[in-house]
């Protein structure tokens, strides 16, 4: 059993700053990518950010400049620090982790339950 737990959510005016942080737990073998994606209201999920194990990061053009995506593998833990945040981010933003159970086991994606962030302006 793996879960995803996301933290670090909550209402913020436009300009001001937030770190999402997400912990994977359970039977972990490996973990390559790890991702934040979000979904406003009668929109589609979309992708914020995506991170390999070796560190190598995607961005949405959204939010290119002002969101940054880390982790920490010791931790099995990413990160999705938002700066300059405007109105237009505002969604549940899920975290989601490509990972193996055992070794030499097929990839599996999880996803955790979503972190609400309101942006005022």
């Known amino acids: 059993q793996v879960q995803l737990v996301e933290s670090g959510g909550g209402l913020v005016q436009a300009g001001e700053s937030l770190r999402l942080s997400c912990a994977a737990s359970?039977?972990?073998?490996?973990?390559?990518?790890m991702g934040w994606y979000r979904q406003a209201p009668g929109k589609q999920r979309e992708l914020v950010a995506t991170?390999?194990?070796?560190?190598?990061?995607n961005y949405a053009d959204s939010v290119k400049g002002r969101f940054t995506i880390s982790r920490d593998n010791a931790k099995n833990t990413v990160y999705l620090q938002m700066n300059s945040l405007k109105p237009e981010d505002t969604a549940v933003y899920y975290c989601?982790?490509?990972?193996?159970?055992?070794?030499?086991?097929?990839?599996?994606?999880?996803w955790g339950q979503g972190t609400q962030v309101t942006v005022s302006s």
């Open positions: 991170i390999t194990s070796g560190g190598s990061t």
């Open positions: 359970g039977s972990i073998f490996s973990i390559n990518n």
């Open positions: 989601n982790a490509e990972l193996r159970m055992t070794v030499g086991s097929s990839i599996y994606r999880y």
